[in-house]
Every structure is written in C-alpha cells, then in structure tokens.
C-alpha cells in the first residue's frame, strides 16, 4: 500500500488540497492500489477538518523551537520560514519511522516556495516529489535546486476547481500515484535481494564526475573506460548551476565514494554573474569528506547567459559564441581565469580534509572543445592565468599538481585521469583497511 504525504497551505488552499487529495483516493481505487494520505496543514492560520491528519497546532506544539506565542503575528517571511522548519522535522520524523513512497502538494508562489523548501530539506533524492504550481513555467533553479522534484504547471491560479484545474490536478494524482507505485515496488525487490546480490552491488565504488557540453567527450570517454575496467557506479552531472551542488550534495550523503571533478565551470558563472552559477560553497564538502578527488579546469574558458539579446551590456564587446538559441557563451577573461584559480585555491588551502587524496590536473591543450588551438575560444594566455595561479599557489601544499599539455578532450588525457582516480580509491581503500 503506497503512503503518500501532501503538503497543503489549508487556510487558504483547503478547496484545491482536498480535491487533490480525492483524486489520488479515486486513482489509487481506478488502479487497484491501496492507498494511505498523510495530509499536513502547512498553512499561516490554523484550521480544521477530519481529512487533516496533521494539524497546523500539532506542527507549532511539537516541532516548534521555544515559546511560539504571537510568532504568527510576525512578517509572512518570518512565518514561512518557521513553518518549513516545523514541517521539514515533521516529514524527516515521519520517514524515519514509517515507509512513506511519495509526497506531493500544490500551490502559488508562496505554497511552492514553502513545499519544496521542505521536499529540499528533507526528503531524500530519489523519492518522489510532485508539486503542482504556478510559477513551474518560470525560473525554477531556487525551487528545485539539487533535487529531484517535478513540478507541473497549473495554467491558471489554483484558487477554486474550475475545469482546467480540476484535469491538471487530476493529471497529478495520477503521477504520483504511478510514481509512489513504482518507489514502493522497487523498495521491495531491494528487501528481497539475495546476500550476493547486495555485496556485488555494495562491492561498487560510487563516482561522481561532472562534465559541460563542451567537456562531454573527456567524461563519456572516461566512463566508458571506467566501466569496462573497474567495478564501478558512475554518476554524471551536467554543471549548470545545480549539478556541482547535487554531486557535493551526494558525497555529503556518503552515497559517492570518489570524484572525478573535471567540470568546474560553475564558479565563472559565480564570479561574472552568468545564469549558471553555483554557490560560494562549491567544492567545500567534497573537501571535507576526504575522498578521492580529482579537480581539473574544464569549461573555465567560459561563461554562459541567455539568448544573445540578454547578455549584459558591459559584456556585449566581449568574445561570444551562441551555443543554442537560449545559451550564449563569453569567454573568460585572464582576470576572470586568475580569480577562478584564486577560488579553487582558497577552497583547495581552506577545505582540504587529506592532501593525499586531491589531485589537481591541469590539460594545458585547452580545457573544452571550443578552447583548443584554432577554435572559438582559443586564449593561451587566459587559461595559463588560471592553470598558474593554482599550480604556484599548491607549492608545498601537499596536494599534487598534474601539468599536462594535451587539451582536456584528448583521448589520451581522459584514460590517464581516470585511472589516476582508481590508482587514489585503492591507497584509500588500503588506508581505511587499515586503520
């Protein structure tokens, strides 16, 4: 029987809620499935009704730090923010102690704000998340962040069960009870694995690398390699502006014993302000956990914004290639690429857990497809800035820097660099034996 948790803000979505919450009862009926709703009334003011199985009084009695009289009357912001924290404990409670297989909600800009925050902060990647919402067709990068959450658009308000709204939401419920359907079923065969199967698959070393359109043919190359030759479980991430996050996210977790961190493009985005940017923290937790890593430059040759017409006007002299009709590259600057370097560097001295576990390899050739000798982004003198910065800047820091003169893309470069990481996964294997 699949256990669904809808997230609903009732004191002002109580209508919509609850015909969502009828839809998965009628979908679950139409397709035989047994089915257990755990509704959560996440709303500003509290309310009543039998369908509730969690109260917005339960949420402040039980989840609430300290004396909460009169905090409703706070600002919205200050509210919200106590309620995502009040139902994030709630749901991590609820999924430590029972098999839930699913959550979902609807809401406006502030409902899906306060619902994925709490998807965000505590529910695991791979379970399913579904939010119905108003704002899903705009810009969704601080909705979803590093997590797997799906959200669909609801064309018109979600105030009142006008037609339209009633067959997306309906649409809805019939996703999510697919989806929790399949979780539940694929939780079960895992139960049911024999001995062997879960030692051959824990045998595994978990690596994570990530790769740019321009750097794809260094990572398809070196998973190949990795996967024809290693007992390994790769993990690509695409670096526009969430992958970086969603892989450190991973290594926090300890669901990825080895990095393969080729594509750092993230950070020039960071400091020139393009559209894919990650956060300050990026490379900080990989750092920290002490796990194989190995740190290369890939794609710093560039900076991505949107359609041409949308590139900021101090940058319009500057060299730049349309990827696609909505991807504008620039290129990176030698400032730019020094300050890149600096990042790397401060994160590098700062972060470090075991200097014996970080490499960082720098392929002098060009660091994506269109940065080699005679292409669009050709600028020797830029990447050396960034690949110098970092090389003197790791004298005598323990860390050992890779200088290598073929381009990133180079097959003979991607085949070094991936063993090199397995060459790092067996001393550390070695070490943890050990000790």
């Not at 359907?181 to 079960?188: D, E, G, N, V």
Request: charged fraction near 20%; aromatic fraction near 4%; include cysteine.
């Amino acid at each position: 029987m699949p256990h669904i948790i809808l997230l609903g803000t009732l004191d002002t979505k109580l209508a919509e809620t609850l015909y969502l919450y009828n839809q998965l009862q009628q979908n679950a009926t139409r397709f035989a499935t047994p089915l257990e709703i755990t509704l959560i009334d996440c709303g500003r003011q509290a309310i009543t009704h039998d369908a509730i199985t969690i109260s917005h009084t339960d949420l402040l009695s039980k989840y609430a730090s300290g004396d909460t009289t009169g905090i409703l009357t706070q600002s919205r912001g200050q509210v919200i923010e106590l309620l995502i924290s009040c139902v994030s404990k709630c749901v991590t409670e609820l999924l430590q102690t029972i098999e839930i297989h699913g959550i979902i909600g609807a809401g406006g800009s502030g409902g899906t704000s306060l619902i994925t925050a709490v998807m965000r902060k505590a529910a695991p990647l791979g379970l399913p998340k579904l939010v119905v919402s108003t704002v899903a067709s705009g810009d969704t990068g601080p909705v979803i962040g590093e997590c797997d959450i799906t959200l669909m658009y609801s064309v018109v308000d979600i105030a009142g069960t006008n037609r339209l709204l009633r067959e997306v939401l309906g649409n809805a419920a019939g996703a999510m009870i697919g989806m929790a359907s399949t979780y539940q079923h694929r939780q079960a065969e895992r139960r049911t694995q024999t001995a062997q199967d879960k030692q051959r698959e824990e045998k595994k070393t978990r690596v994570g690398i990530t790769m740019f359109g321009v750097t794809t043919p260094c990572v398809d190359r070196v998973r190949c390699h990795l996967e024809d030759n290693y007992s390994v479980e790769v993990y690509v991430f695409h670096t526009t502006g969430h992958g970086g996050k969603a892989m450190e996210r991973l290594v926090e977790e300890g669901r990825l014993d080895a990095i393969l961190d080729i594509t750092t493009t993230e950070i020039c985005d960071l400091i020139a302000g393009g559209t894919m940017s990650c956060e300050n923290s990026r490379l900080e937790r990989t750092l920290k956990r002490g796990i194989p890593n190995i740190i290369s430059i890939g794609a710093t040759d560039m900076v991505n914004f949107g359609p041409a017409n949308t590139v900021p006007p101090q940058y319009r002299d500057r060299k730049l290639l349309v990827h696609n009709p909505t991807i504008t590259l620039m290129r990176t600057s030698a400032a730019e690429c020094r300050e890149v370097g600096e990042f790397i560097l401060d994160k590098l001295n700062r972060f470090t857990q075991d200097p014996s576990m970080v490499e960082v390899w720098l392929p002098r050739g060009g660091v994506s497809s269109v940065g080699t000798e005679g292409s669009a982004f050709a600028d020797a003198d830029a990447d050396a800035a960034l690949a110098d910065t970092l090389q003197s800047g790791l004298n005598d820091s323990g860390i050992r820097v890779v200088s290598d003169e073929r381009d990133i893309n180079d097959d003979g470069f991607t085949l070094d660099i991936a063993d090199r990481l397995m060459a790092l996964v067996a001393k550390h294997s070695c070490s943890a034996n050990a000790s």
